[in-house]
């Protein structure tokens, strides 16, 4: 039972794009490691931009360039 989370900044991801990565990662899972789909769980988790951080900096802080 495969359980494969994604952790996205939340930035209007749409709900197909959700669905790709979704279809994806369980694809991936069929394909490499032959896994039943039907009991593949894939979550994802849109992160505010506020509440990520790259060396020391928010990621709204990085992208606003300070």
Do not use: C, H, S
Not at 26 to 34: A, I, P, Y
Not at 46 to 59: C, F, L, S
Not at 60 to 65: I, M, N, V, Y
Request: hydrophobic letters at 40%; glycine letters at 8%.
């Amino acid at each position: 039972m495969p359980y494969v989370n994604i952790r996205i900044t939340d930035e209007q991801v749409t709900p197909e794009q959700k669905a790709r990565l979704i279809e994806g990662a369980t694809q991936l899972l069929v394909d490499v490691l032959n896994k039943n789909p039907a009991t593949t769980f894939v979550i994802i988790d849109e992160v505010n931009t506020d509440n990520w951080g790259i060396g020391g900096k928010t990621v709204t802080d990085l992208r606003a360039g300070r």
